[in-house]
């Protein structure tokens, strides 16, 4: 799994390179991102599962995705996946590309309010 993060990190898209430019090094309000983060989901005692998120801010406990066209087609197992992480105590946001690329201030202060 950490190999697929270090693989995921090495490819990321144009939306997922501006939003890492904005908040990493604690350049958003101090606040400590990471990126490409494996969360894992034991689900019962017999197997578990591993999440890759796009963003991770651990003193929040705050999940931040970045989605592009391809979520519109896996909509169900988003929704799913995100059903699960908020169960486990997380937070999470999404953010189109669109918005990240061509809208920052928005982005910017939903993620502020968040994180107040």
């Known amino acids: 799994m950490t190999l697929r993060a270090r693989q995921l990190r090495r490819t990321s898209t144009p939306a997922e390179k501006v939003f890492w430019s904005r908040v990493r090094n604690r350049k ?7 990126r490409q983060f494996v969360i894992r989901y034991d689900h019962d005692i017999a197997s578990c599962q591993f999440y890759i998120v796009d ?23 988003d929704l799913l ?3 699960r992480l908020i169960e486990m ?3 999470v946001i999404r ?14 202060t939903r993620l502020e309010e968040v994180l107040k």
Do not use: M, P, T
């Open 28 to 34: 958003f309000s101090g606040h400590k991102f990471n």
């Open 55 to 77: 963003f991770y801010c651990h003193a929040r406990r705050l999940i931040i995705e970045i989605d592009g066209g391809i979520h519109d087609a896996q909509l169900e197992a």
């Open 81 to 83: 996946r995100e059903s």
């Open 89 to 91: 105590g997380y937070q």
């Open 95 to 108: 953010f189109k590309n669109e918005e990240v690329l061509f809208n920052w201030r928005s982005v910017h």
